[in-house]
């Protein structure tokens, strides 16, 4: 195994010190740090963060490898700082079955870049009309514990209350993509003044939080976990702040690009922006900035969703919906939330590793970086800036929002169990 010493390095952002890395763990802490043998790393001026865990991602393979395949997918994530995806299910086939979420896993183990956890499908096909086997996802090889039929809601409310207390046995969670469907057909962008001025089909900010406010009262009613992907408006931060403080077991995301964005960027009905949920207002930006550093919501979670360029590139209405985020978020949350003060490096490791990893039930991710904990980690130089560039990216999708943006920080190395997959900003192959 690799032997590795990370000289000068600043763990959470705080004194600098050594990291020893040795069989796949971190094995010593302090200054001043030798063993025979070991690659030495000269770490001055960078900060050492646990590996960053996204809950919320798009591989798209099996079935949509024209847009990213789990190998391209998982590259981009290791250059963006993760250590462990959680891969959505809407595949095709869709992840609903044993053999689906054990494919999935296998062609992680295979790309060997981070640990890919498959996320099962809540109902057969995303149809939103009978449960899938949620049973046999979870006791399979995959050991799937989170459900989502993310891209749809599961609407029925009979339906939600059943898988609630389905995952109940074997400590799952549902992830819900909230979403009043009936309120939200034919929608193209946020319900506002953009929305009128521009004369497109508005989805009201009301469609995902009266979702939310009916799934925190079923949580509640059920004793089951709750999680909310990608929250996007005020009035949802408020319902789940409520529901926490009633000690509702619910959970929450947010996006970076819901950090970061507002619908004003529709304006020139570049596809790029066009994005389910909808890129909301500059209050709800604030709104889900200040949730996120009170704890209100949990984590940030990419909702990476690569696209081939023919269906981004044609007019507004006939455009896909999402944004590739996986070579960007480390670098968003940067900005919107340490660098304006809002929250530190612990808080954001905590946000962007710990949490989600707590979520997803992921226990040799997420760590501290403790003497024993497992060796996956990232390196980051938070004063370099650098020039978003989707042609430069590991992902297969170009439809970056926050292409041509300069952004804070850079990510120098990942460590995946004390294997470098980057190095120097470069995937290493194994
Ligand atoms: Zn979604």
Request: charged share 20%; aromatic share 4%.
């Amino acid at each position: 195994m690799n032997t590795t010493i990370i000289r000068n390095v600043r763990p959470l952002g705080g004194e600098a010190t050594d990291l020893l890395l040795r069989d796949g763990r971190i094995d010593a802490i302090g200054p001043g740090l030798s063993a025979e043998g070991a690659t030495v790393l000269d770490a001055t001026g960078l900060i050492a963060l646990p590996g960053l865990v996204d809950l919320h991602t798009h591989l798209r393979e099996p079935g949509r490898e024209d847009a990213e395949t789990v190998e391209s997918g998982t590259r981009s994530a290791a250059r963006g700082g993760y250590t462990s995806v959680f891969a959505m299910a809407n595949t095709f086939p869709v992840a609903d079955t044993a053999g689906v979420v054990e494919q999935v896993q296998r062609l992680g183990e295979e790309a060997g870049w981070v640990d890919v956890r498959p996320v099962g499908a809540v109902t057969v096909g995303l149809a939103g009309q009978q449960l899938a086997e949620l049973g046999a996802m979870a006791d399979s090889r995959a050991g799937v514990r989170v459900f989502s039929d993310d891209g749809h809601c599961v609407s029925d409310a009979v339906l939600m209350r059943r898988a609630l207390e389905y995952v109940k046995a074997f400590d799952g969670v549902i992830a819900q993509h909230a979403q009043e469907p009936r309120l939200t057909e034919g929608a193209q962008m946020h319900e506002g003044t953009v929305s009128a001025v521009l004369g497109l089909r508005g989805w009201p900010s009301v469609a995902e939080e009266a979702i939310i406010a009916r799934d925190v009262l079923l949580a509640d009613h059920v004793g089951s976990r709750l999680h909310v992907c990608h929250l996007s408006t005020k009035g949802s931060v408020d319902i789940v702040r409520w529901a926490k403080a009633r000690g509702v077991q619910v959970t929450a995301e947010v996006t970076p690009h819901h950090l970061l964005l507002t619908d004003e960027l529709v304006r020139g009905y570049d596809p790029v922006y066009k994005v389910n949920p909808p890129l909301r207002t500059q209050a709800d930006v604030e709104a889900v900035r200040e949730g996120l550093a009170d704890g209100t919501i949990d984590v940030v979670a990419t909702d990476h969703a690569p696209h081939p360029v023919e269906a981004k590139d044609c007019e507004w209405s006939a455009a896909a919906m999402g944004m590739t985020g996986l070579e960007t978020a480390l670098s968003v949350v940067q900005h919107t939330m340490v660098d304006s003060g809002l929250i530190g490096w612990d808080t954001l490791a905590d946000r962007m590793s710990s949490a989600p990893a707590r979520i997803g039930r992921l226990a040799t991710h997420g760590r501290p970086l403790d003497v024993g904990s497992p060796a996956n980690l990232v390196l980051l130089d938070p004063a370099a800036r650098w020039t978003v560039d989707p042609a430069a990216m590991a992902t297969a999708g170009r439809n970056s929002p926050f292409r041509d943006m300069e952004l804070p920080g850079r990510v120098v190395a990942t460590f995946l169990r004390g294997r470098a997959t980057v190095l120097g900003s470069q995937l290493v192959d194994a």
